[in-house]
Structures are given as structure tokens and as C-alpha cells.
């Protein structure tokens, strides 16, 4: 495709449901990045793949979070038992490889609101 | 704990004048640096990376280096009220970007 796409672009969801936001990165892009961005806050990160290596968990806030990635393309960001601190823009980003000069490039987002 | 510092703005410029977005990193290590543009209600676009000491020009964004005073910047030539926006400095040590929260950039016409 000619970007990251995202999906859905909007998810409501009651308190205790739980979500699952979907990523389909770049064509040919080996790296994938989980961000979440809240109201006036800065990108946070969560989680990245880098093709099939083990992935970096170090930015998930709880165990309610998780990921995976299947097939070193698709990703899937799951939130059990959300809660309304969970509300905020879920952002995917990917990069044609890792290492330092990796030039990032976002999709959409979705926007989630806990209810 | 690796941080970004940008003062939050808003900085206010008239049309066709220069703005100058500065930013600041903790970790020497870092060896990538970004600038993406981001608009309201939208995700972040890359509009500038530099990776080596001293200016990058691209159009009318050029980004400035100095690794040893820990320092980045963009300046944007001739603004436009189009250039209106929240600019983030992204800073890369291996893999994962470390964000600063932003400058608001206001151009009036």
C-alpha cells in the first residue's frame, strides 16, 4: 500500500470491554511501532517488531496490554478490561528497517474512548 | 530515562517571515534526529531527519545539529499559514523515538 494503514479509525467502547486496533504497515517495511498519543500529551511508545525477532515490550503501561504480529506484516494491539485512562489516539508507525536511521512514517491512528 | 525538551509555544509568526523551532535531548548516545509535522486531529508527518553535525536544507525547512551542545533545530523560510501546526522533535538512539511534546506553530496572515 502507499501508507500505514490503520483500523478502525474510531472505537467507543464501555469500561471493562475489551478492543482490538489492527496496523497493516508499508510494503517492505520490517520494523513496526505501537505509539499512543493522549489529549495535549506527547508519543508515548509501547511496543516495536523488527521482523522476527522478539519484541520490545518495554513501553506497554499494564498487562492489559498486548500485541502481536503475524507473518512479520499485520499487527494487532489488544486492551483487556480497558479503562478510561486507556482513552487516547493508538498511532502505528513503520520503518524499512531498525538500527538508528530509521525514518518513521505514521498511519492515521485510532482514536479510543473508554465510556 | 531519555528525555526531549521543546518549549510548548505557541510561537506566533507573521506570513513570510522565519520560525525557528529549537529542541534539546539527554541521551549522547542519540544518533537520529526528526522533525515531523503534525495538524490538528491528524498523525504525525516526517518532514525533516538529520543524522550527521551541522544544516540539512530541504526546500524551506532546514535542520541544524550540534550533537556536542545537544541541541536541535528547524527553521522554516518564508512561513505560511499552511506551516500552522504542532512540530515534534523525535530523537533515535538504536531503534524506538523519544518524542518531545511539540511546539505550536502559529503563522498569521
Known amino acids: 500500500g502507499a501508507g500505514v494503514s490503520q483500523s478502525p479509525s474510531n472505537k467507543v467502547t464501555e469500561k471493562g470491554k475489551d478492543v482490538e486496533l489492527r496496523c497493516d504497515p508499508i510494503?517492505?517495511?520490517?520494523?513496526l511501532y505501537w505509539y499512543r498519543q493522549s489529549l495535549g500529551q506527547g508519543l508515548e511508545f509501547l511496543i516495536y517488531f523488527q521482523g522476527n525477532s522478539a519484541p520490545d515490550k518495554s513501553g506497554l503501561p499494564s498487562d492489559r496490554f498486548s500485541a502481536e504480529r503475524t507473518g512479520g506484516s499485520v499487527s494487532t494491539l489488544t486492551i483487556q478490561r480497558t479503562q478510561q485512562e486507556d482513552s487516547a489516539v493508538y498511532l502505528c508507525?513503520?520503518?524499512?528497517?531498525?538500527?538508528?536511521?530509521?525514518?518513521?512514517?505514521f498511519g492515521p491512528g485510532t482514536r479510543l474512548t473508554v465510556l | 530515562q531519555k528525555e526531549v525538551e521543546q518549549n510548548s509555544g505557541p510561537l506566533s509568526v507573521p506570513e513570510g517571515a522565519i520560525a525557528s523551532l529549537n529542541c534539546t535531548y539527554s541521551d549522547r548516545g542519540s544518533q537520529s534526529f526528526f522533525w515531523y509535522r503534525q495538524y490538528s486531529g491528524k498523525s504525525p508527518e516526517l518532514i525533516m531527519s538529520i543524522y550527521s553535525n551541522g544544516d540539512k536544507e530541504d526546500g524551506r525547512f532546514t535542520a541544524q545539529l550540534n550533537k556536542a551542545s545537544q541541541y536541535v533545530s528547524l527553521l522554516i523560510r518564508d512561513s505560511q499559514p499552511s506551516d500552522s501546526a504542532t512540530y515534534l522533535c523525535?530523537?533515535?538512539?538504536?531503534?524506538?523515538?523519544?518524542f518531545g511534546k511539540g511546539t505550536m506553530l502559529l503563522v498569521s496572515p
Open positions: 510494503s517492505g517495511h520490517t520494523a
Open positions: 508507525a513503520s520503518s524499512r528497517t531498525s538500527g538508528g536511521y530509521n525514518e518513521q512514517f
Open positions: 523525535a530523537v533515535s538512539g538504536y531503534s524506538t523515538l523519544t
